[in-house]
């Protein structure tokens, strides 16, 4: 991530961002006056924690953000809302499971089926989208 002077020093500075994140960012980032929080995540090199926290995160971003979408396009096919429910609660639920074996690093099966169980839903929604829109072809 590129600070706001271009490359890091030691002290590090306010990222730079673009659109609202950057208004956002702007503003609570004012009167630090190029400083960092302490202890917060734009500081480099503290343990392996926070870097474990921060690919958690972007692992759990590249996720959550497709089942979304899908979800708003399933939404909109009208399907029963219990049968909606279950598909997003098998989501979060593999989803949390998942970012709780990633994070304390918990043996191999686990993870990975964790993240199949979440996927199933995502799956599932998509062929249900594709066969819906299949008689507009």
Request: hydrophobic residues 45%.
């Amino acid at each position: 991530m590129r600070c706001a002077t271009g490359g890091c020093s030691t002290t590090e500075r306010t990222p730079t961002w673009s659109g609202a994140a950057g208004e956002y960012a702007a503003v609570l980032a004012f009167p630090l006056r190029g400083r960092a929080i302490p202890g917060s995540c734009w500081q480099r090199g503290s343990g392996k924690l926070k870097g474990s926290l921060m690919k958690a995160h972007r692992n759990d971003m590249e996720n959550i953000f497709p089942f979304l979408f899908l979800g708003a396009i399933y939404s909109l096919l009208d399907p029963s809302p219990a049968v909606a429910r279950i598909h997003f609660f098998i989501f979060c639920v593999g989803r949390i499971i998942h970012t709780i074996a990633y994070l304390l690093r918990l043996k191999a099966p686990t993870r990975s089926v964790a993240y199949s169980v979440a996927q199933l839903p995502c799956f599932s929604m998509a062929l249900q989208i594709l066969l819906a829109t299949t008689p507009y072809w």
